[in-house]
C-alpha cells in the first residue's frame, strides 16, 4: 500500500491559495482515477483507489499546513508503512510557476509543512515539488503563498493538474523520471500551439538593389578612351603630374 498526501490549508478561505496547490492535486487524482468519496480520518480526508497496479490512500491533512506530520504520520503508523511508501505533493516557490520536480529525500527548503512531516516521518519520502514561482523579495514570500492564484494562471494550472492525475500512475510505479518527462511534454502540447502558424514566415527574396531614375534613365556609356600621345595626352599628362 501507497499513501500520496496533499498538503494544504482546510476551509474556503485558503481553497485557491498558492500553499493548497498540493490539495488540488490530490483532487484531480481522486476525481481522474475513481477513488472513493472523501472522508474523515487520521486528522484529515482520506480517499482510498488503485494507481498503476497499487493500492493508494490519498490524504488531505486537516491538522493546518505546520501541523501536516501529525496527520500524515498517523496513517503511516496505522498501516505500519515506511516513508518510502509516502509521497507527498505541494507547492515550492523556487520553481518556476508550472514546473514540477520530483526527489526523494532532502531537506525542507523553508516549507512549514515539509518541516513539519520530516519531524514526525523523517525525510526519506517522495517529493512532488509543484512550482508557485517566487515573488522576487523575502518579504512578499507569505503574502505570495497565501494569496489566491491568479485567473491568468487557471490555463496552466489546469493544465498541470489535469497531467499529474493522468500520470499519477508512474509515481505508483516508482517511475520518477518519466512522470516529470511526460508532465513536460503534456503541458507543451496543451500550452505551446503547434502547426505551421507559429513558424517564422519566410525571409523574402532579396531584391536587385535600385537604381537612381537618373541612373534609369540615362544608359550606361563606357569609360571615354584617352589618348596615349598628342597635345591632348601631354595636357593631361601636365594636369595630374604624370611623366
Do not use: C
Not at 519520502?125 to 497565501?146: C, D, F, S, W
Amino acid at each position: 500500500m501507497l499513501v500520496f498526501a496533499g498538503l494544504g490549508n482546510p476551509g474556503a478561505k485558503y481553497e485557491n491559495n498558492r500553499h493548497n496547490v498540493g490539495f488540488m492535486a490530490a483532487d484531480a487524482i481522486a476525481r481522474r482515477h475513481s477513488f472513493s468519496p472523501w472522508s474523515k480520518k487520521f486528522q484529515g480526508l482520506i480517499s482510498e483507489g488503485t494507481l498503476g497496479g497499487e493500492k493508494v490512500l490519498l490524504i488531505k491533512p486537516q491538522t493546518f499546513m505546520n501541523l501536516s506530520g501529525q496527520s500524515v504520520g498517523e496513517a503511516l503508523r496505522f498501516y505500519k508503512l515506511e516513508p518510502s511508501a509516502l509521497t507527498v505533493f505541494y507547492d515550492e516557490i523556487d520553481l518556476a510557476a508550472g514546473k514540477v520536480r520530483v526527489k526523494v529525500g532532502g531537506g525542507s527548503g523553508g516549507h512549514n509543512g515539509i518541516r513539519s512531516l520530516d519531524q514526525h516521518v523523517g525525510n526519506a519520502y517522495r517529493r512532488v515539488r509543484i512550482g508557485v514561482g517566487h515573488p522576487g523579495v523575502k518579504e512578499m514570500v507569505h503574502g505570495h503563498v497565501l494569496g489566491d492564484f491568479a485567473k491568468a494562471d487557471r490555463e496552466w494550472l489546469d493544465a498541470l493538474l489535469d497531467a499529474i492525475a493522468d500520470d499519477a500512475g508512474l509515481l505508483a510505479k516508482g517511475d520518477d523520471n518519466s512522470f516529470m518527462n511526460r508532465i513536460t511534454l503534456t503541458l507543451r502540447e496543451k500550452l505551446v500551439p503547434t502547426g505551421d502558424d507559429d513558424r517564422p514566415p519566410p525571409k523574402a527574396p532579396k531584391q536587385p538593389k535600385q537604381q537612381s531614375h537618373i541612373r534609369q534613365a540615362r544608359p550606361q556609356q563606357p569609360a571615354p578612351k584617352v589618348p596615349e600621345s598628342g597635345p591632348m595626352a601631354a595636357m593631361l599628362k601636365k594636369l595630374f603630374g604624370k611623366d
